[in-house]
């Protein structure tokens, strides 16, 4: 598929989403990061994004949780261009009953390009990377032009 670019601005749609046992570790990098954070518009699947907001104070755009189909509704607003980073810290030791859910998620940041961050040290990579503070161009699949294509 072509290619196109789109900008990732300096002021963030970011995607915060973890698996059960990975709730407090996420909870202490947010705490951690709270007033990056808080300069940002933060999604969340639903048990994270309401443990985030109820201890740090941040807003949060809390989904359904993830086994309900907030993964799914997080990977709806990346496919549409509306979230710009996840931080999806998973835990790789332990399945989970919607992990075809998780599976697509990581498969919907990757197609559509954008910075993931699956664990704390990535997560700080990312956030005091110089990029972060940026904006920046990516480039993505032109969808568009593909479905020009396959009507002509």
């Known amino acids: 598929m072509e290619q196109t670019s789109r900008t990732i601005p300096v002021s963030k749609h970011i995607a ?39 201890e740090t104070g941040l807003e ?11 993964d799914q ?11 710009d980073l996840l931080i999806f810290f998973w835990d790789p030791l332990n399945a989970v009953p919607h992990d075809p859910d998780v599976k697509a998620l990581l498969r919907l940041a ?13 997560a700080d990579f990312i956030i005091h990377s110089p990029l972060f503070a940026q904006a920046v161009a990516i480039q993505i699949p032109d969808y568009q032009r593909y ?6």
């Open 16 to 54: 915060l989403v973890a698996h059960d046992h990975c709730k407090s570790s996420l909870l202490q990098w947010v705490n951690t990061h709270k007033a990056l954070l808080g300069e940002h518009t933060l999604y969340a699947t639903g048990t994270t994004g309401n443990l985030i907001q109820r």
């Open 60 to 70: 949060v755009n809390a989904m359904l949780s993830g086994p309900m189909g907030g």
């Open 73 to 83: 509704q997080v990977g709806a607003l990346i496919a549409e261009g509306k979230i």
């Open 110 to 122: 990757t197609v559509w390009n954008i910075p993931v961050a699956t664990n704390r040290s990535t």
């Open 147 to 152: 479905l020009q294509q396959r009507l002509q």
